[in-house]
């Protein structure tokens, strides 16, 4: 069964920091670009930031740019989204999601396999 899974969520002071990994079974996450998406209560699915096969190159929404991260160990199978300074804003259900980037980093349709979410509440 090909899955992606994240992992880390919880609960963060505003101004606080988190990590979020992001990992497979069933296929290698080094195959591919890993997109990360979130979505806040009552509102789309936006994408939050992406990185490419290498990990030499990654691409962020404007609102997380340098409070966010995004990083890869591929001889572990593992992203990571590394939260910083984070938000009250920031609230939401964050996903991981495994494709190719030529399509577009925040682009849902070039994305092949998503997780299901794990959830990151930003309050103090």
């Known amino acids: 069964q090909l899955q992606v899974v994240e992992s880390g969520g919880g609960l963060v002071q505003p101004g606080g920091s988190l990590r979020l990994s992001c990992t497979s079974s069933?296929?290698?996450?080094?195959?591919?670009?890993i997109g990360w998406f979130r979505r806040a209560p009552g509102k789309e699915r936006e994408g939050v930031g992406c990185?490419?096969?290498?990990?030499?190159?990654?691409n962020y929404v404007d609102s997380v740019q340098g409070r966010f991260t995004i990083s890869r160990d591929n001889a572990d199978n593992k992203v990571y989204l590394q939260m910083n300074s984070t938000r009250p804003e920031d609230t939401a259900l964050y996903y991981c999601?495994?494709?190719?980037?030529?399509?577009?980093?925040?682009?849902?349709?070039?994305?092949?396999?998503w997780g299901r979410g794990t959830q990151v509440t930003v309050s103090s």
């Open positions: 999601a495994a494709g190719l980037m030529d399509r577009g980093c925040f682009a849902e349709a070039a994305y092949y396999y």
């Open positions: 069933g296929f290698s996450l080094r195959l591919y670009d």
């Open positions: 990185i490419n096969r290498n990990g030499d190159s990654t």
